[in-house]
């Protein structure tokens, strides 16, 4: 049984442009969030999704965008990239809107 | 509001020693606690939980308890080892929308 993945493993992004990172979740799972994590720090709640729609969101810019798929799969976007936004970016599914969470391996994102 | 206070770190300690890493939670309603690992270059994996006051979480050797009386959710082991050198995370899960707010993190490393 595959846990949640994510692709790709480590990404360099120059500043200024777009990037868009992929998570599939554990199966049967339905529900997919997304935290951003920091260097030395804690994830951050970006937003989830469920039924294709954002449900929830933290404090995040419009910069943040994502999508879920039919097939429960979700993209996180994120324009206009800032030396900031380097981090791990993490993906959690869960099966319904309350269920627990399993946490992926990270995409690591560097903006240069 | 939601918020997640944890020890500062780094840790480290001698094998065999006894471990205490503290953490205090804000929460509105009732959430449910967690403690996540994170190894080097690794996704967050699931330690223990408690759902509510009084439950204690267990694993690997590893508790907690669910203190609603002093808002803590301690983590605690007998005996180290080298192996457990890792990055701690206490978090909670405010149960009202499946968002899990994280501490910052404890570093410990564990010397033979």
């Known amino acids: 049984d595959a846990g949640v993945t994510q692709s790709p493993t480590h990404l360099i992004k120059t500043r200024g442009q777009q990037v868009t990172l992929r998570c599939s979740p554990k199966s049967g799972h339905d529900t997919v969030s997304w935290y951003q994590q920091a260097l030395g720090q804690g994830p951050q709640f970006i937003f989830q999704?469920?039924?294709?729609?954002?449900?929830q969101r933290g404090n995040f810019p419009d910069r943040f965008s994502g999508h879920q798929f039919p097939n429960y799969s979700s993209e996180l976007n994120v324009n206009a990239l800032l030396l900031g936004d380097s981090a791990l970016y993490l993906c959690?599914?869960?099966?319904?809107?309350?269920?627990?969470?399993?946490f992926g391996p990270g995409t690591r994102l560097t903006v240069t | 509001g939601n918020s997640v206070t944890q020890m500062e770190g780094p840790v480290t300690l001698s094998e065999e020693a006894f471990l205490t890493i503290n953490c205090t939670y804000t929460a509105t309603g009732y959430p449910s606690l967690f403690w996540y690992v994170q190894y080097p270059g690794e996704g967050l994996q699931l330690l223990l939980k408690?759902?509510?006051?009084?439950d204690k979480g267990s694993n690997k050797g590893f508790e907690a308890t669910y203190r609603k009386e002093t808002t803590s959710f301690h983590l605690e082991k007998g005996s180290v080892q080298v192996s457990d050198s890792a990055v701690y995370f206490c978090a909670l899960n405010s149960n009202t929308g499946n968002q899990f707010y994280f501490g910052t993190g404890t570093s410990l490393t564990v010397i033979p």
């Open positions: 959690a599914s869960s099966l319904g809107f309350l269920g627990e969470q399993y």
């Open positions: 408690a759902t509510k006051a009084d």
């Open positions: 999704y469920y039924e294709e729609e954002e449900r």
